[in-house]
């Protein structure tokens, strides 16, 4: 008799392990439910879709070749059975069958299997908050949802959305509803930035100032209180810790919680915080059940600690993984580095691995530093600055994570995807970040291509021999400069220089690297000094030359680059 | 005293030198020789400045601050002291000098030296043939011999130029003369292909038709055998062993040879093909004596054999590490993957590792397969296809080596970038590929991107699931039909497949995929079944239902995409 395979949920990792299973042995049995009407849909496409980049909603579910992926398809093409609008109640593991109802007609009944996959996937968070039920208030995690709020913003019955979350959804959104409709946008994010758990700070103001540059407003550090309706029962107002914002449209996107319960209520081996436990071949605690993509919760290969990340590309894969071994294979899924990017409005920002937060919270003596340099070679046109930041161990060098953020999406994307393979891979420490051998052409990459000088701008740093400042702390060093008495100084061409000197009389000085050594007596030895330049590496240069006659100097990373790109230029 | 640091040769690797030991160690005395005017220059934008990108020829020796990197720059920015037009004679190792002369005056003097780096690039190796001493026949590794083209086809002086050798820089001059110019072109190459050390025979076939498109005439499998000249001694024709060419400009690009004789001759280890050995600290077998750059032979981490990589990248990344190493650091440089990239016409190509020929002389079991698949989410708008060839070892499942093909050079680089970071850091199988954790969103990539579509292809190949040809062999299948007897089934939509159908009835049968299921009948099996589609992944599906019923056909990579970049689509 064939081997049954019974799949549980059809959007991402369901369909992928069916039809791989399905390939690999021919003769299997393969059925495939989902309690929805739509199956195998593109969800990260839903931000597109509204923002107008993907001009109908069917384009998130057809193959390249523009067939619709519906259960016909699955049939025909796939030889799987797909069974929409059937959800799963509960896992028989010693009769081995699943209890499942219609949802239309409430008709339950029970299906057989040999080897079952949980594909469940996630459901949006809502915030416990008075008034989260009111109408025009939702998330965007399925099609229905994405198409109603579509349906809002061409109809223009959206005037002022609200935005509770700054994750990547939060900010696809925000951009989608700003960029495509006009439409007046704020984000609201509890944490003190956006993307708290991807991106340095400085990144993270980089990409605030990004998005508003859009129009878009950005409250970090704000939590919603309540959400106040109309006559109508729809929303009306949001009220925070700080203050009352009017709005028509609210989205919740705080973040997924796995759909792990059955799994759970079945015996299977869960995380206390959700999320199904499986080993490296996805099996669950019960080896004829596997499970993978949003539901499951994987290891962080830096780390080593559990590790949830419930994305389109970790389904996909993963479920190939599944269709592989639920029909007698081998193939492995051994963890995650974390690797993400997202388009946000201009910019776009990258990561792979720890943030500092993480590595520190991970017990790692970790720092982390951050460079601009142009992705290209600079006698090459059209070359644009990449910003990198890298987050080592100070005792190991070890390499522990990067971030990324550049208005060129692919070659800020090229230099995470290279660290992240590495990470995946191996122990990458500071020195095979310096001798990372990406290709090389002028057309493609600088000589030195800047995912080196990070890794050499790292190596100076834990060295101890290049003392490198934040452009935040530059920024407030600036800012209390009346208290602080530092002094600035700018080694940049005069042209760029000069001006804000002439501001700033006493507190900048414009002097370009070239003229230093003859100049350096201008330099104070009885306060304070601060330099910067338009990437820090001329900055550099000069520190090591004042540290010879005595003078100790804290570098601004990133220079001017990074300045303009956080907006903080204007206050020079 | 003070460390004196000698460093011979200015262009690359000597300045990185220099300049990095110098940061680490402000007390050294550090001189820097070169026999040539031009120090510190970026010899890989050649192709770029003859060809227009760059503008003036000074564009490719400033920093990006716009200051010339002369003998004045190297002083006042890096402490170091530069002297051009100083030729290294000769290595006295036990008094520890270097004996110079002054190509200027001829006058001999000695340098003194505690530690010696030994930059002295390599230079372009010139055919024994006759006429190779013509005018107006060169090479282009100098920013002189670059300005003299530059300046002869600014004076429309160049009506048809012939390249010698289809490397990187003859690839690079085909374009920038034919695009910029408008110059008639030939390329020959005795290889049978374009990048014969680089690029799989199938993308070879790609980039020689991406050329033609730009009306370039690349002959391979041909060799010269003598240059013509008239009566002025200038460069007329050009003889090979097929035909004579007429050519008033001749471009000798058949590789680089070390100018390691001035260390052989001081006895230090050196390769018997020349090429200075160097251990993993870049010490050369006097460890005193450094050597980097285009001078040294170094490993390849994948066979493990020797490796000869005069890249621009390498100089710069072991600059650093002789720098660091010379005043005492530790830093290493294991040795290299051989990634590179070049921008032809429309597309751009890459590499990292080995190529199939390459695996196969290294020992390995090897073999290759290659794929299309968008770069983007394919809802997504704007993506373009990237081919990716991956080779492994059959038996041990290693990846060995990738290729890659795109009009998107970012996108192909940034593939081939984290698979060659892999192979640095690690010995990656197909199973890391097909999980390898490349950043995911719609906007930059596939769920399943191109890089891990591959890996799974690979998997497929070698468990024997896939029964896949190249397109070469796809293309010679079809050229032989009238003797093989072959059909050729295309599951593209009947919009695509029919017309070529109905030019070749009986031959050609247009089958979309969604159709096979009922139609199967039509697919005989008593002669032999070749398919394809547009990528190469409906053939796939479909394969595998005609194997059910007992029909083993062959698929072609890449479909219809590959057999268009490669030219072939108008066969059929």
């Given at each position: 008799m064939s081997l049954k395979i019974l799949v549980i949920g059809g959007v991402a990792l369901g369909p992928k392990a069916a039809a791989r299973a399905k390939r690999l042995m021919p003769e299997a049995d393969i059925t495939m439910i989902d309690q929805?009407?739509?199956?195998?849909?593109?969800?990260?496409?839903i931000p597109y879709y509204v923002g107008g980049d993907v001009a109908q909603m069917d384009g998130l579910r057809t193959t390249n070749a523009g067939v619709v992926r519906d259960e016909a398809f699955f049939m025909n093409n796939k030889g799987v059975k797909a069974i929409c609008h059937t959800r799963a109640l509960s896992i028989n593991r010693k009769d081995k069958t699943v209890l499942v109802e219609n949802t239309q007609t409430g008709e339950q009944s029970s299906m057989p299997y040999d080897k079952l996959v949980i594909a469940t996937g996630s459901s949006p968070r809502i915030p416990p908050?008075?008034?989260?039920?009111?109408?025009?208030v939702t998330s965007v995690t399925c099609l229905e949802a994405a198409q109603a709020i579509q349906q809002q913003c061409a109809a223009s019955k959206i005037n002022h959305a609200v935005i509770i979350g700054a994750g990547f959804i939060g900010l696809e959104m925000a951009v989608a509803l700003a960029d495509m409709w006009g439409i007046k946008v704020t984000v609201i994010e509890m944490?003190?930035?956006?993307l708290p758990a991807q991106l340095c700070t400085n990144y993270a103001q980089m990409a605030k100032h990004d998005l508003e540059e859009l129009g878009v407003t950005v409250l970090t550090s704000e939590s919603v209180k309540e959400l106040k309706g109309d006559e109508n029962g729809a929303v009306c107002q949001v009220v925070t810790n700080k203050r009352v914002i009017d709005a028509d449209q609210v989205i919740f996107s705080i973040g997924v919680t796995p759909n792990s319960q059955i799994a759970a209520d079945a015996g299977l081996l869960c995380h206390p915080r959700g999320g199904i436990m499986v080993n490296s071949h996805l099996q669950t605690s019960d080896p004829d059940i596997y499970a993978g993509g949003d539901v499951i919760v994987t290891r962080n290969l830096i780390s080593g600690d559990f590790a949830y990340l419930p994305l389109g590309s970790m389904a996909n894969r993963q479920g190939r993984v599944i269709g592989t071994n639920i029909v007698g294979g081998q193939a492995t899924f051994e963890g995650v580095v974390g690797s993400w990017c997202v388009k946000l409005n201009q910019m776009h920002a990258t990561g792979a691995g720890l943030t500092l937060r993480q590595a520190k919270a991970a017990g790692f003596d970790a720092v982390e530093v951050s460079v601009e340099a142009a992705d290209k070679a600079h006698f090459y046109p059209d070359h644009t600055n990449t910003s990198l930041n890298v987050v080592v161990d100070?005792?190991?060098?070890r390499v522990l994570g990067i971030q990324g953020m550049s208005a060129d999406g692919s070659a800020v994307k090229a230099r995470t995807d290279a660290v992240a393979a590495m990470l995946q891979i191996g122990r990458p420490t500071i020195n095979d970040l310096s001798n990372l051998e990406v290709c090389y052409a002028p057309p493609f990459a600088s000589a030195m291509d800047v995912v080196n000088t990070v890794g050499n701008v790292a190596d100076n740093l834990v060295r101890g021999q290049h003392n490198v400042i934040t452009p935040d702390e530059f920024v407030e060093l600036w800012d209390n400069r009346a208290e602080n008495g530092y002094l600035f100084v700018d080694f940049r061409p005069a042209a760029a220089g000069k001006p804000i000197e002439e501001r700033h009389p006493g507190e900048y000085l414009s002097l370009p690297l070239e003229d230093l050594r003859e100049r350096q007596g201008e330099i104070p030895t009885d306060r304070p000094v601060a330099l910067v330049c338009n990437t820090g590496t001329r900055a550099y240069e000069a520190q090591l030359m004042l540290r010879e006659i005595g003078i100790e100097a804290v570098n601004s990373a990133g220079g001017f680059i990074s300045l303009r790109k956080r907006g903080d230029d204007v206050k020079f």
């Open positions: 929805g009407t739509y199956i195998s849909y593109g969800g990260c496409g908050i008075p008034g989260n039920d009111l109408k025009n944490m003190d930035q956006v100070k005792k190991s060098q």
